[in-house]
């Protein structure tokens, strides 16, 4: 492996974790007129214009692969108490866009989203996949692949995202590692693992699925080097709360062979997801 300063690094094994990145590059005119919140600049930005913002349409369009799936159902369903909080909520026109033909990637998280929607208001799109931004003082519209087009006055857009460069630059497709589903390896590497957002594999990229990978691939370097083969499969596990508000959440669990199955959101749930992130966080620095 070789660094970006030009320094040859020797290994015996090598994980690859480089994560993915938000794209807004490759959807025309977003950077100029619309707003992420995948990244601590983006969100600020948007913190600050929501601040201001006084009404009207607010459109949360979706782009395929990204990291969280979650997260654009999750400031939705904020977006819409926010509105409610600040006494705005009957000026503001609420929408969501999703480029394939329901409103998540997992059909049972699609099937739950749907009256979550419709009980707050929240309009939904489907099969609308963003190809250009066009804009004039704040406000503007999208351009869809489908040849359709959606005004807003603001835009919350997820781009598309990708690998990291240095992987696509080696010509590894969207820098996304070919990694095979259950040992975590890269394809035709025996001694290369992949983790997290980087493989290529059709389950969430998400930081639980990094982190059941994480241990899989910790335990499978130890046994292969004790033992000369891996211990361990990894089935597939994603684990992820899902906030419905600043008050309320739900959560999923599921792996390759079951799928999630959400739960009645409570507010239980959410104080347990703040907890957890507590207690994960306390425990990963060694303090708990
Ligand atoms: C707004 C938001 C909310 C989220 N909420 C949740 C949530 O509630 N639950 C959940 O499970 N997940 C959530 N996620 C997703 C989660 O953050 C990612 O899926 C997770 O961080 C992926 O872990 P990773 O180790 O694969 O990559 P990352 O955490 O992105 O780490 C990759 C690392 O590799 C480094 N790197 C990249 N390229 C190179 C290179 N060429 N050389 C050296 N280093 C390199 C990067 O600098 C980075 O440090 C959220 C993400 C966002 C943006």
Redesign the pocket.
């Known amino acids: 492996m070789r660094t970006?300063s030009g320094k040859n690094v020797e290994y015996d094994y090598l994980v690859i974790?480089?994560?993915?990145n938000?794209r807004t590059d490759l959807i025309e005119g977003l950077d100029e007129h619309g707003d992420i919140?995948?990244?601590l600049e983006g969100?600020k930005k948007l913190r600050e214009k929501l601040r201001k913002f006084e009404g009207g349409r607010v459109v949360v369009s979706n782009a395929a692969p990204h990291?969280?799936p979650?997260?654009p159902l999750e400031i939705t369903f904020m977006l819409d108490e926010y509105f409610r909080a600040k006494g705005i909520r009957d000026k503001v026109e609420l929408h969501y866009t999703y480029p394939i033909g329901r409103v998540h990637a997992l059909e049972p998280v699609a099937n739950w989203a749907v009256p979550e929607f419709e009980k707050r208001d929240i309009k939904y799109e489907t099969l609308f996949n963003m190809e250009k931004i066009e804009g004039k003082n704040g406000s503007g519209v999208i351009h869809s692949m489908e040849g359709f087009e959606k005004e807003f006055d603001l835009l919350i857009a997820i781009p598309p995202h990708k690998g990291?460069?240095?992987?696509i630059n080696s010509g590894i497709q969207d820098g996304w590692v070919p990694t095979d589903r259950h040992l975590l390896k890269a394809e035709g590497h025996e001694n290369v693992y992949v983790?997290?957002?980087?493989t290529n594999l059709p389950i969430s990229?998400?930081?639980?699925?990094?982190?059941f990978e994480a241990d899989v691939v910790a335990e499978n370097i130890i046994a292969e080097i004790k033992e000369g083969h891996p211990a361990r499969d990894y089935d597939g596990k994603v684990m992820?709360?899902i906030e419905t508000g600043f008050s309320s959440a739900t959560y999923v669990w599921f792996n390759y062979t079951t799928p999630p199955d959400p739960v009645p959101p409570s507010k239980m749930i959410h104080w347990l997801k703040l907890g957890y992130n507590r207690i994960y966080w306390l425990t990963a620095r060694g303090i708990l």
């Open positions: 970006k974790a480089t994560g993915s938000p919140f995948y990244t969100a990291k969280c979650v997260a990291t460069d240095a992987l983790c997290g957002d980087t990229k998400a930081g639980s699925t990094a982190h992820c709360f």
